[in-house]
């Protein structure tokens, strides 16, 4: 039996360089052996697809009909589970891979329903529901942590800017923003490294050590002088942000963000975009015990040639979702990684005159993968013209207590809310799908 070594004092010993390179022989062995302590911090990564992607052609074809489109159907390592043709990569996870095949929502309008899949409540009035990740955040982070405990990455805010943030949880759940998403494809190329870097982490060359730890504490005395006679949220977030930036410029584990330190071929294998840099950044945050990360993928909003901009974003997401499973594997990580893959609504089966599907929140897929998660399998079945849910019709609260229970988080669990009355994390209407819980 290894000995167990916790996930901080594993990333100062990688950090410090006294463990070697990730590819020693024992390495794999060690981290699938730590893997296994009941103790171990659970992570969970959403991967959103910003727009409401067709996931007709993707999770849930219908070859043979007039709304099937041109796309083939995949056969996966899973006998009978099959994807769309584009998901070449993915095809190889289907053991892993949980498809949700009756998703059904009551929210068509991209803001709404940008607000309703990622809180799990309908937007009203002055209740300021938080975002997944930080609900999520809150239940698996440590406080004590140097790290972030929920980091958004090239999140696309434009559509509703309250579906993003930490609401009556406050600033401290607040996410950590890393590459400011759009609405379009992803950036690609030199950019990217830029995009992804949390910007001035480093201390000025021409400053001691000393000299920064005194003017941090300068700084901290006079925020606690200045917030005594001010006791507001505006002044607590202000503290609070600049608590954050000073405990990651001193953590170890800001390197995360520094992707240069990965092989070439690694960095082509999760693809040369924001959204495959995303992926692998997610990995390495993973490895550094951030709870919740949050990955985004814009330009599904294909109202007109859709089945180009399909192909060419599902490539995309092919490539870094991919990567990110075998990584994670690999590592011993993907047992206590649960993924969670989906949009604000799909799109509608019938193609319109411009070869576009349109928005469409009657049927449509969501996936779950990794830890927790029993994959291998479709839960729920449209109809053969993909208009309707004929079985496991499934609404956000269900599929939002399913992914609460894979983490062994109590969806129950009441927080206190900015307007004085309890809140539960995940709406009381949910009805877990136990079948899909490993």
Not at 272 to 285: P, S, V
Not at 349 to 358: A, E, F, L, Q, T
């Given at each position: 039996?290894?000995?167990?070594i916790?996930?901080r004092?594993?990333?100062?010993?990688?950090m410090?360089?006294v463990?070697g390179?990730?590819t020693?022989?024992?390495?794999?062995?060690f981290?699938?052996?730590?893997?296994?302590?009941?103790?171990?911090?659970?992570?969970?990564i959403?991967l959103w697809?910003?727009?409401?992607?067709?996931?007709?052609?993707?999770?849930?074809?219908?070859?043979?009909?007039e709304?099937?489109?041109?796309?083939?159907?995949?056969?996966?390592d899973?006998?009978?589970?099959?994807?769309?043709?584009p998901?070449?990569?993915l095809?190889?996870?289907?053991k892993?891979l949980?498809?949700?095949?009756g998703?059904?929502?009551r929210e068509?309008d991209?803001g709404?329903a940008?607000y309703?899949?990622?809180t799990?409540?309908v937007?009203?009035?002055?209740?300021?529901y938080?975002?997944?990740g930080?609900l999520?955040a809150?239940?698996?982070?440590?406080?004590?942590s140097?790290m972030p405990s929920?980091v958004?990455?090239?999140?696309?805010?434009?559509?509703?800017?309250?579906?993003?943030t930490s609401?009556y949880?406050?600033?401290?759940?607040?996410?950590?923003?890393?590459?400011?998403?759009?609405?379009g494809?992803p950036p690609?190329?030199?950019m990217v490294?830029?995009l992804l870097?949390v910007?001035?982490?480093?201390?000025?060359?021409?400053?001691?050590?000393s000299?920064?730890?005194?003017?941090?504490?300068?700084?901290k005395?006079?925020?606690n002088?200045?917030?005594?006679?001010?006791p507001?949220?505006?002044v607590?977030?202000?503290?609070?942000a600049?608590q954050?930036?000073v405990?990651?410029?001193?953590?170890?584990?800001?390197?995360?963000f520094?992707?240069?330190?990965?092989?070439?071929?690694t960095?082509?294998d999760y693809g040369?975009?924001?959204?495959?840099?995303?992926?692998?950044?997610?990995?390495?945050?993973v490895e550094?015990?951030?709870?919740?990360?949050?990955?985004?993928?814009?330009?599904?909003?294909?109202?007109?040639?859709?089945?180009?901009?399909?192909?060419?974003l599902?490539?995309?997401?092919?490539?870094g979702?991919?990567?990110?499973m075998a990584?994670?594997?690999?590592?011993?990580?993907l047992e206590?990684?649960?993924?969670?893959?989906m949009?604000?609504f799909?799109?509608t089966?019938?193609?319109?005159?411009?070869?576009?599907?349109?928005h469409f929140?009657n049927?449509?897929?969501?996936?779950?993968?990794?830890g927790?998660?029993?994959?291998?399998?479709?839960?729920?079945?449209?109809s053969a013209?993909?208009t309707?849910?004929e079985e496991?019709?499934?609404?956000v609260?269900?599929?939002?207590?399913t992914?609460?229970?894979?983490?062994g988080?109590?969806y129950?669990?009441?927080n206190?809310?900015?307007v004085?009355?309890p809140?539960?994390v995940?709406d009381?209407v949910?009805?877990?799908?136990?079948?899909?819980?490993?």
């Open positions: 039996m290894l000995p167990e916790s996930r004092e594993f990333t100062k010993l990688g410090a360089g463990l390179g990730a020693a022989p024992w390495f794999t062995a981290a699938q052996e730590n893997a296994k302590n009941p103790k171990r911090q659970k992570s969970c959403l697809l910003s727009g409401g992607p067709a996931t007709i052609d993707m999770w849930d074809l219908k070859p043979g009909h709304n099937g489109g041109p796309f083939k159907e995949l056969s996966t899973v006998p009978g589970l099959k994807l769309g043709e998901l070449q990569k095809s190889k996870f289907g892993d949980a498809i949700v095949r998703m059904s929502t068509g991209h709404r940008t309703y899949l990622r799990g409540y937007q009203q009035g002055a209740l300021q938080p975002t997944l930080s999520f809150k239940e698996l982070g440590d406080p004590a140097e929920f958004s990455i090239s999140p696309f805010r434009q559509l509703n800017n309250a579906a993003f609401g949880l406050g600033p401290m759940f607040a996410p950590l923003i890393v590459g400011e998403g759009s609405f494809p690609s190329g030199s490294d830029e870097k910007q001035d982490l480093d201390r000025p060359k021409d400053i001691e050590e000299q920064a730890t005194g003017r941090f504490d300068l700084l005395d006079l925020q002088q200045f917030g005594s006679d001010r507001n949220l505006v607590q977030s202000q503290h609070l600049y954050r930036a405990k990651l410029m001193k953590s170890v584990g800001a390197k995360a520094d992707l240069t330190t990965e092989k070439d071929k960095r082509d040369r975009n924001l959204f495959g840099q995303g992926c692998l950044l997610a990995r390495r945050l550094r015990g951030v709870p919740f990360i949050e990955v985004n993928l814009g330009g599904w909003d294909t109202h007109q040639n859709n089945f180009d901009q399909v192909k060419n599902a490539g995309i997401l092919d490539s979702w991919a990567s990110l990584d994670l594997r690999e590592r011993g990580l206590s990684t649960t993924i969670l893959c949009g604000e799909g799109r089966p019938k193609i319109n005159g411009g070869r576009g599907r349109d929140p049927a449509w897929s969501a996936v779950l993968a990794g927790g998660i029993k994959g291998g399998q479709a839960y729920g079945k449209t013209d993909g309707t849910v496991g019709k499934t609404d609260p269900d599929l939002l207590s992914l609460a229970l894979a983490l988080i109590d129950n669990k009441n206190a809310s900015n004085g009355r809140v539960r995940v009381k949910a009805k877990p799908i136990q079948s899909l819980i490993g």
